[in-house]
């Protein structure tokens, strides 16, 4: 859930994520030579490796899951979190573990310093864990000022938002667009983006939380998800991790360096 806030502070930050969206901070240049198709989740909840990467492993996909370290095990007013021994996991079974600040701290509002110290933490936390390193990140929330995207983006290869759209072949990898897997979006929906990406030959990234039955306002059920990831399949694109997808690309992704996000 966003916290709340008063009036001024939320037209503050809206003034700041309208920059973040509009400014282009981290480009280039697209070389895939087919369209790319990416599942995402964030926090995670226990269902997104018990149900999602289940899923995406039957057809031999994988995933990129978007960690606060601070949440591993915990259980959150929607959901359990993955515990760190299942994170490391799924790193062991060729899924990504990518960043989302340690304690799932609203980027916006944060200083620099205070930035670098999450970035720092969250790295140190699964380096720590078994050697993992996260050179991908996404916004909590969705949420990020200028400031702090150009801040990010001399940290990790790639930041994602959950902005609506498709990415290429000129890429802000600083605010990368994604389709959300809530709201219930149809499946006529789905299969629309996935055409367009297809035809477009650009990057799609798809986003979730919990994948349950009784699943938060931003999660989906394992029926909708599995026909999601059986369209996927069943087009001409890759499935791949951001990580794997930015090399598909020809981009390449550089480790993340906590040490570097100092103050911009």
């Known amino acids: 859930m966003k916290p709340v806030q008063d009036l001024p502070a939320r037209v503050r930050r809206r003034f700041r994520e309208e920059a973040a969206k509009r400014i282009r901070t981290h480009t280039a240049r697209a070389g895939n030579p087919r369209a790319m198709i990416s599942f995402t989740f964030d926090d995670v909840p226990v269902s997104a490796a018990t149900e999602g990467a289940a899923v995406l492993d039957r057809y ?6 978007y960690v606060a370290g601070a949440l591993c095990g915990t259980r959150g007013e929607d959901y359990p979190h993955l515990s ?10 060729g899924h990504e573990i990518a960043c989302h600040t340690f304690s799932h701290r609203h980027v916006a509002d944060a200083s620099a310093a205070e930035l ?5 933490r969250n790295a140190r936390f699964f380096e720590r864990l078994g050697g993992i390193r996260l050179t991908n990140f996404s916004y909590p929330f969705g949420s990020v000022s200028l400031a702090r995207k150009r801040q990010l983006g001399s940290v990790f290869a790639s930041c994602r938002s959950t902005m609506s759209g498709l990415n290429g072949p000129a890429l802000d990898l600083g605010y990368l667009r994604a389709v959300v897997l809530w709201h219930g979006i149809s499946r006529d929906a789905v299969q629309h983006w996935i055409d367009r990406a297809v035809r477009e030959n650009a990057w799609l990234i798809f986003v979730a939380h919990d994948i349950a039955a009784d699943h938060a306002p931003w999660g989906c059920t394992p029926e909708h998800f599995r026909d999601v990831v059986r369209r996927a399949a069943a087009s001409s694109a890759e499935i791949l991790t951001v990580r794997d997808a930015l090399a598909f690309a020809g981009i390449g992704e550089p480790a993340a360096r906590a040490s570097a996000a100092v103050p911009v």
């Not at 031999?60 to 899951?65: C, L, P, S």
């Not at 760190?84 to 790193?91: K, P, R, S, V, Y």
């Open 116 to 120: 670098a110290d999450e970035i720092a």
């Open 84 to 93: 760190a021994e299942g994170c490391l996991a799924l790193d062991g079974a």
């Open 60 to 65: 031999g996909a994988r995933g990129t899951f």
